[in-house]
């Protein structure tokens, strides 16, 4: 199947400061990637809808401006958490599918960042 | 907003026993897709369900989807320790745009 890396795979960081993620698809080209959030023993909730050219498209409750996503190739896409708070540590996970993908077809998951604002 | 319900939670099994999850929309679906996270790790796919009433299966587990197009289960048979994780469904709804998911089976399986 297809492979998405996610980099890094673990951030500490203190409280104010910015962290930067990077979600790139190695084997594929995607116009649109997805960025979810998982806190400990919850499912998955979508963000961010990331496209490729143009700006993100934000879930309802999720602020774009604290969370800046950047779909500047049609491989890479980065989620800045800007001025990080401790209730912001949580697993953020990208996902993108084959360039023919909506989000009726496959998705396949990068491993994951996790990130501890202290 | 669409919403995505599966039951139960949590499942502790003995190893050998059988498991099943289920998945409920709240509207009909386009298709209804399958995921399993390891402890630790991120969401790998299973399956995916696109027809009324389809039943898929791989090894010893089940994926049916049903006729209404709102629900769908997953059913593992005789389970081992190497299933044990979350089992999390995801549907997509009919204008293809908006991938939801069900907040996930927790199994357990004791040797």
């Known amino acids: 199947g297809a492979v998405v890396s996610q980099h890094p795979s673990w951030v500490i960081c203190k409280s104010g400061t910015s962290v930067k993620i990077e979600c790139r698809s190695l084997?594929?080209?995607?116009?649109?990637m997805f960025w979810y959030r998982q806190f400990p023993k919850q499912s998955l909730m979508l963000m961010a809808t990331?496209?490729?050219?143009?700006?993100?498209?934000?879930e309802q409750g999720v602020e774009k401006d604290k969370f800046l996503i950047n779909h500047a190739s049609l491989t890479l896409s980065t989620l800045t958490v800007t001025s990080a708070h401790p209730e912001d540590s949580s697993f953020y996970i990208c996902?993108?599918?084959?360039?023919?993908?909506?989000?009726?077809?496959?998705?396949?998951f990068g491993p994951g960042t996790r990130l501890l604002v202290l | 907003g669409q919403q995505v319900m599966q039951i139960p939670q949590y499942q502790h099994v003995q190893e050998g026993e059988d498991f099943t999850t289920y998945c409920n929309s709240s509207?009909?679906?386009?298709?209804i897709q399958w995921y399993k996270q390891r402890p630790g790790g991120h969401p790998v796919f299973l399956i995916q369900?696109?027809?009324?009433?389809e039943v898929k299966k791989q090894k010893r587990l089940t994926f049916q989807f049903g006729e209404a197009k709102k629900n769908s289960s997953l059913h593992i048979t005789a389970t081992q320790t190497t299933d044990v994780g979350t089992y999390f469904c995801?549907?997509?709804?009919?204008?293809?745009?908006?991938?939801?998911f069900g907040g996930g089976t927790r199994l357990m399986v004791k040797p």
């Open positions: 996902s993108a599918g084959p360039p023919s993908a909506l989000q009726q077809e496959t998705q396949y």
């Open positions: 084997d594929f080209q995607a116009t649109t």
């Open positions: 509207t009909t679906l386009s298709n």
């Open positions: 369900l696109v027809k009324s009433g």
């Open positions: 995801a549907g997509t709804n009919n204008a293809g745009n908006m991938l939801t």
């Open positions: 990331s496209n490729e050219g143009s700006k993100a498209t934000y």
